[in-house]
């Protein structure tokens, strides 16, 4: 598993889109639905670190395993960094996506939430 692949895979989902972000941000996202599934690091020291969004129970599975981290500002939200796709098994890292994805289309965006 390498970055292009997960960029691929990311890209392939329907309605998917990505936008990049120049400095100071330097990511380039993928959105479905208008919501963030995914996100990469683009520049130094971080480049080519990949972040998805995952159960509360999943990011605490997760955040155990070596060369996985909360993601940083958004781990209160549940996200997580993968240092290096490639540590981890192309199945595994395709379920996590895949739910990220889901779990973006099926969300009100904030302007049509009750609050």
């Known amino acids: 598993m390498d970055v292009a692949t997960i960029k691929e895979l990311c890209s392939n989902y329907p309605g998917a889109t990505s936008k990049m972000y120049g400095p100071p941000s330097n990511v380039l996202v993928y959105y479905a639905g208008g919501k ?4 990469f690091k683009t520049s130094e020291p ?8 995952t159960t509360p129970e999943r990011f605490l ?14 781990g209160r939200f549940h996200w997580v960094t993968i240092v290096d796709v490639s540590t ?3 199945e595994y890292l ?6 990220s994805y889901a779990k973006a289309v099926t969300r009100p965006k904030r302007a049509t939430r009750r609050n």
Not at 46 to 53: G, H, L, M, Y
Request: hydrophobic content about 45%; proline content about 9%.
């Open 46 to 53: 971080e480049q080519w670190r990949f972040s998805i969004r």
């Open 61 to 74: 599975e997760l955040t155990d395993v070596p060369g996985i981290k909360p993601a940083r500002y958004m």
């Open 88 to 90: 981890v098994p192309f």
């Open 94 to 99: 395709q379920e996590l996506i895949s739910w």
């Open 36 to 39: 963030k599934f995914a996100y």
